[in-house]
């Protein structure tokens, strides 16, 4: 018998970055969109609560199938086995995010 695939998806969505496993991932009919289904959590026998991860699952509860755009993916690697899924804000750092849409700061000359 094969074995099921798990992929670890890393991608931005309001200004935090989003780390979490899916068994299901496969490019939409929506051009431009990613659609992730079958959200996998952690081991629920665990004593320890972690805060990031219950956020995730209260935020996706009930969530059949998200469609995530391209351009906001990170990455996406097939793993063995399922980690902590987490949420990291993006402050600082040594990248500065492309300007978007209309706000490019560009004014043409007259």
Not at 31 to 42: A, D, I
């Amino acid at each position: 018998m094969a074995k099921e695939s798990l992929y670890r998806l890393a991608f931005i969505s309001k200004g935090e970055i989003y780390e979490m496993y899916v068994k299901q991932l496969y490019q939409s009919d929506l051009y431009g969109f990613v659609e992730v289904e079958e959200f996998v959590f952690g081991n629920r026998a665990q004593v320890v609560v972690d805060p990031a991860e219950e956020k995730l699952k209260a935020e996706f509860a009930g969530v059949k199938r998200s469609f995530i755009p391209l351009q906001a993916i990170l990455r996406i690697d097939e793993v063995e086995q399922v980690g902590t899924p987490k949420i990291t804000t993006m402050n600082g750092g040594t990248v500065t995010q492309f300007p978007g849409g209309g706000n490019t700061g560009f004014t043409p000359r007259k």
